[in-house]
């Protein structure tokens, strides 16, 4: 009895159907190859051609601070592994997940709240509120 190769088109098919499998399987990679994986990098690397990569690449070369670029490069792993390695630094601070200087954060904190009551009490004095009797269609007698 002889064994049959699935064909390529099969192959995909079970791909396809066991996507939690290949999930998994992915996750098994990236524990095993940490070492090989560039820094922040979640995904397999895309080909040069994939539409996707083209996309940000060109992205990321004609505005380096567009943070949607920055964190699809270093996510998919396009960059070269110094570079990688900045950009990462940069997205961690931005997401608050390295601790910055504490007087820093505290303050602007501190500004965005004055910000926040500041609006919110425009907002009261606006007269914009609306009586019982007002409303759209109200007719001034």
């Known amino acids: 009895h002889k064994h049959q190769h699935p064909t390529p088109l099969e192959e995909r098919q079970v791909v396809a159907s066991n996507q939690p499998i290949f999930k998994t399987l992915w996750r098994i990679y990236l524990v095993e190859m940490k070492d090989a994986l560039k820094p922040g990098q979640k995904h397999p690397t895309p ?46 601070k931005r997401k ?21 009551r500041i609006v919110k009490e425009e907002m009261d004095d606006v007269g914009m509120g609306a009586g019982g009797s007002e409303g759209v269609g109200a007719v001034d007698m």
């Open 47 to 92: 080909t040069k051609g994939f539409g996707d990569r083209v996309f940000y690449e060109t992205l990321l070369a004609q505005n380096p601070k567009s943070e949607m670029a920055q964190e699809w490069c270093v996510a998919y792993g396009v960059l070269a592994r110094d570079e990688a390695q900045k950009l990462y630094k940069v997205i961690l």
């Open 96 to 116: 608050g997940q390295v601790a910055a200087p504490s007087s820093a954060s505290s303050s602007k904190t501190k500004v965005k709240k004055e910000k926040k």
